[in-house]
C-alpha cells in the first residue's frame, strides 16, 4: 500500500515547522496569560496574619464557625493589611466582623460551617504569601 496524498502533506507540514523551530515540533508560541482575581470586600477584608495566627483561626473556625474570623477580625485592629488600603481600619474591622456573623447565622444549614471553613484555608494562604514574601497584586 502506498501512502495516501494527504498523509505526504501532513508529513510534509511537520517537517516544515520542525525546520522552522529549533526547539522541535513544538507549536507552543511563549505567550504569557496574566489572570487577575477580583476579590469582594468580604474577601478582600481577610488579613495578613502571621503563620502561626492564621492556623490558629483555622482551628477555632473548622470546629466554632465564625470564631477563627471574629478573631481576625481584631488583626485588623493590630496593624494587619489587607487587600483594602483604601478603606478605614474600623471599616475592615466591621467587614470581617459581618463575615463572622454570617458564618454563625448561616451554621445551622452547613453553609456558614463551609464557608467558616474556607475562610480559614484562606487566611492560611495568604499568611503562607506574607512569609514567602509573594507580592500580592492589589
Not at 17 to 44: F, H, I, Y
Not at 95 to 124: C, E, H, K, P, R
Request: with cysteine; glycine share 6%; hydrophobic share 55%.
Amino acid at each position: 500500500m502506498e501512502p495516501s496524498h494527504k498523509d505526504a502533506e501532513t508529513a510534509a507540514a511537520a517537517a516544515a515547522v520542525a525546520a522552522a523551530d529549533p526547539r522541535g515540533a513544538s507549536s507552543s508560541s511563549g505567550v504569557v496569560v496574566q489572570v487577575r482575581e477580583k476579590k469582594g470586600p468580604l474577601r478582600a477584608a481577610i488579613p495578613y496574619m502571621p503563620f502561626p495566627v492564621a492556623v490558629i483561626c483555622l482551628f477555632l473556625n473548622t470546629f466554632v464557625p465564625g470564631l477563627g474570623t471574629f478573631v481576625s477580625a481584631f488583626a485588623v485592629l493590630c496593624g494587619a493589611r489587607t487587600d483594602l488600603p483604601d478603606r478605614h481600619v474600623c471599616c475592615v474591622f466591621w467587614l470581617n466582623v459581618a463575615a463572622a456573623l454570617i458564618q454563625v447565622l448561616t451554621a445551622i444549614v452547613m453553609v456558614g460551617w463551609i464557608m467558616s471553613i474556607f475562610w480559614g484555608m484562606d487566611m492560611v494562604i495568604l499568611a503562607s504569601y506574607k512569609e514567602q514574601g509573594v507580592p500580592q497584586q492589589l
